[in-house]
């Protein structure tokens, strides 16, 4: 059980909106610490999406949004596209544990 | 162009050692925190270990914690992981990140190399 929890699953249609949820702690999201988010496809590494809760680097397209609430972080991608089919994983750091954390992924399926 | 390149896994007895290189170029390489992420397989991400661009300062996940060593060679833009004590719960792809600044290892990752694969097997 990770210690910032993630939906194993999400789907949606293309063109709809989803969001995925990272549910952590007070020390952790919480305590204020930034979220990262993480695209991955099958057999390649982790790309970053959103950095600093909820900014984009430059080659994501603005479809993809990071925002926070209290001890809870989203993500959300709008007009859904098939290629956006992925695990997306989200990051954070806890002061208690002194660790970089990762929630457990999030596959998102394009149906 | 920033890239990683890691090399080193393979097939490893249980109790046995392996170290993982990470060859880094397109950047200041000493400029920047480095970190070592695994995913077994079929997994999530687990963070491993971090280090300052100096090297002065390592950080460690408690379950590597007294058998990975985290170390780097600024000279030759080379990340290191020396893994001790294998167990087969390490077997997994390892990728090193680079991270946003000296020393702040917990902030983004970003790149990633394509990560080598380690497996701990009798």
């Known amino acids: 059980q990770s210690v910032l929890a993630q939906p194993p699953s999400v789907s949606g249609a293309p063109g709809q909106r989803v969001t995925i949820s990272c549910t952590g702690s007070s020390s952790n999201i919480g305590a204020g610490y930034d979220v990262y988010w993480y695209q991955q496809f099958p057999g390649t590494a982790p790309k970053l999406l959103i950095y600093d809760t909820g900014n984009r680097p430059s080659a994501v397209p603005d479809r993809f949004s990071g925002s926070k609430s209290g001890t809870s972080a989203s993500l959300a991608i709008t007009g859904l596209q098939v290629e956006d089919e992925a695990d997306y994983y989200c990051?954070?750091?806890?002061?208690?544990?002194?660790?970089?954390?990762f929630g457990g992924g999030t596959k998102l399926t394009v149906v | 162009e920033v890239q990683l390149l890691e090399s080193g896994g393979g097939l490893v007895q249980p109790g046995g050692s392996l170290r993982l290189s990470c060859a880094a170029s397109g950047f200041t390489f000493s400029s920047y925190a480095m970190n070592w992420v695994r995913q077994a397989p079929g997994k999530g991400l687990e963070w491993v270990s971090a280090i300052s661009g100096s090297g002065i300062s390592t950080y460690y996940a408690d379950s590597v914690k007294g058998r990975f060593t985290i170390s780097r060679d600024n000279s030759k833009n080379t990340l290191y992981l020396q893994m001790n004590s294998l167990r087969a719960e390490d077997t997994a792809v390892y990728y090193c990140?680079?991270?946003?600044?000296?020393?702040?290892?917990?902030?983004?990752?970003?790149?990633w190399g394509q990560g080598t694969l380690v497996t701990v097997t009798s």
């Open positions: 990140a680079k991270g946003r600044n000296p020393a702040r290892f917990m902030d983004w990752l970003d790149p």
């Open positions: 990051q954070s750091y806890d002061s208690s544990l002194s660790a970089v954390l």
